[in-house]
C-alpha cells in the first residue's frame, strides 16, 4: 500500500487519524482527497479485485484475517468506537463518524438518535456504507495475513530442512541442530505441527539412549516436552535405557535441564500402568526431591511435586518413596510452598500416612504437627482435607504423644472452625472425630480453656 506523504506541513481540520505500522497522522479532509479514507485515489482496484502490495484482497476473508490476527496492534482508525472491535461494515452517520453497522444499528433500536461519540442530535438517522474505509481495513489485514502466513511458511520449512538434517549429522552438528529445533519449536506453534506430522517425534526419540551425550539429550527432551506425544510416542520413550538417561540427566543437569526431565516423565507415567522398576527408581526420587529443596531454583519445586505426586499414586512404589526420606523432607518444604504447591505436597504426605512407616516418618518429624495444623483454615478447603486426614493418621497412631503436641499447637480451636464452618459435611465429621481423639488425654475443664486459649491466640 502506498505510504500517504502530505506534500507539505499543513493542518486541515482538527479530526486526524493514526493508521499505525510506522504510518503517517493524517486529517480527516486530507486523507479523503488524496484516497485514504475517501475518494477515488490511493487504492488500486481491477478485475481481481483490490489490490494492496500484490495481494488479492478480496480472496480473503476479513472476519477470518481479524480473529488470526487478535493480537496485533490494530490502527485506531479501525476500530468501532461503540465496541472498540475493528469494524467489518464501516458506516458513516450525518454527523461524520463512522461506527460499524450492526453496533449503530443496536445504538438505534434501543431508542438514541444521537451520534454515540459526540453526543449531537442526528438531523438524518441513515447510515451510509463506507466503502473506502471498509477497501482500506482489508487491504491493511491483507498485507498482515499474508506476511503472517509468509513468517508461518518460512518457519515450517526450516523445521523441515533441520529434520533432514538430524538425519544426517553426528556430535557437535547435531547438539547444534537440535538446539535451533528446540528454539523454533518453542517460538511458533506452526512449527510444532510440521515436526509432528512429518515423524520429527519419533526422529528425536530415536537419538535417546544409552550412548547419548548429556548435550544432545538435554536439547531433544527440551524439544519433546513442547511437542504433543502420542500413544505410540509415549510407549516408545518409556523404554528402560530412554528413561535410564532422563533421570541420569535429571540429577546431573542443568536447572532446565532438570525441569524438563521432570516435565516430560510426568507426561509419560500420566495414566499409565507402568513397571514398578521405572515408577520406584529410587535415583528418580532422589533427583525430584534434590529439585524440589533447591532454593535458588524456584522454578523446579512445581513440576518436582506433581511428578512426585503421580509416582507416590503407585500403590507398588510407595515403600520406597518413604525409605529415601521424603516425607520430613516434604515436610520441611510447607512453611515455604504456594497455594499450587501446598495441595501437590499435602496430598504426597496424604497417600504416604495411608502406609505404615509413612506414619512413623510423620510422627518422628517434630514439624509434622505444628506445621499441619497451622494450615487448617487457611489455605482452601482441599489442604484442610488433606491436613485433617494427615493429623488423623499420626493422632490415631500415638494418641498419648501426638494429640496433646497437636493440642498445644492449637488444633483444637481449629477444629472448632472446622466444624462451624461451611466446609463439608465429611469435613466437619472427620473434625469432630480429631477432636474427640485430643480430648481423650484431658478432663472436660481443661480440655475446654485449652480450647478457649489457642482460640483466643489464633
Known sequence: ????????????????????????????????????????????????????????????????????????????????????????????????????????????????????????ELWDDSVTPNKTLHQLIHSWFSQKYSAMKKRSEDVQGRALEILETLKKVKGQARVQALKELRQVVTAHSSAKNTVVDNGGIALISSLLGPFTSHAVGSEAIGTLVHLDLSSESKTSLMQPAKISLMVDMLNEGSIETKINCTKLIDVLMEGKDLESEIASSLSLVVGLLRLVKDKRHSKGVLPGLSLLKTICSHESVRSSVVSVGTVPQVVEL?????????????????????????????????????????????????????????????????????????????????????????????????????????????????????????????
Open 334 to 458: 510447607l512453611p515455604s510452598l504456594n497455594h499450587e504447591c501446598l495441595e501437590l505436597a499435602l496430598h504426597i504426605l496424604e497417600v504416604l500416612s495411608t502406609l505404615q512407616e509413612g506414619r512413623e516418618a510423620l510422627r518422628c518429624c517434630a514439624k509434622t504437627i505444628p506445621s499441619v495444623v497451622g494450615l487448617l483454615m487457611k489455605v482452601s478447603e482441599t489442604c484442610t482435607q488433606l491436613a485433617l486426614s494427615i493429623l488423623w493418621a499420626v493422632c490415631k497412631l500415638a494418641p498419648d504423644e501426638c494429640a496433646s503436641v497437636a493440642v498445644e499447637a492449637g488444633l483444637a480451636a481449629k477444629l472448632l472452625l472446622v466444624i462451624q464452618s461451611g466446609c463439608n459435611p465429611t469435613l466437619k465429621q472427620r473434625a469432630a472425630g480429631l477432636l474427640k481423639l485430643c480430648s481423650l488425654n484431658y478432663t472436660t475443664t481443661t480440655f475446654i480453656s485449652k480450647c478457649k486459649l489457642t482460640r483466643t491466640i489464633q
Open 1 to 120: 500500500m502506498p505510504m500517504y506523504q502530505p506534500p507539505g506541513p499543513r493542518r486541515v481540520g482538527d479530526l486526524k487519524f493514526d493508521v499505525g505500522g510506522g504510518g503517517q497522522v493524517l486529517d480527516l479532509e486530507t486523507a479523503v482527497k488524496d484516497g485514504i479514507l475517501g475518494g477515488g485515489g490511493g487504492l488500486v482496484c481491477g478485475g481481481g479485485g483490490l489490490v494492496c502490495g500484490g495481494v488479492a484482497a478480496e480472496k480473503l476473508d476479513l472476519k477470518k484475517m481479524i480473529e488470526e490476527l487478535e493480537s496485533i496492534e490494530i490502527p485506531s482508525v479501525f476500530i468501532c468506537p461503540i465496541s472498540l472491535e475493528p469494524m467489518q461494515d464501516p458506516v458513516t452517520l450525518c454527523t461524520g463518524q463512522t461506527y460499524e453497522r450492526s453496533n449503530i444499528l443496536k445504538w438505534f433500536n434501543l431508542g438514541h438518535y444521537t451520534c454515540p461519540t459526540t453526543m449531537q
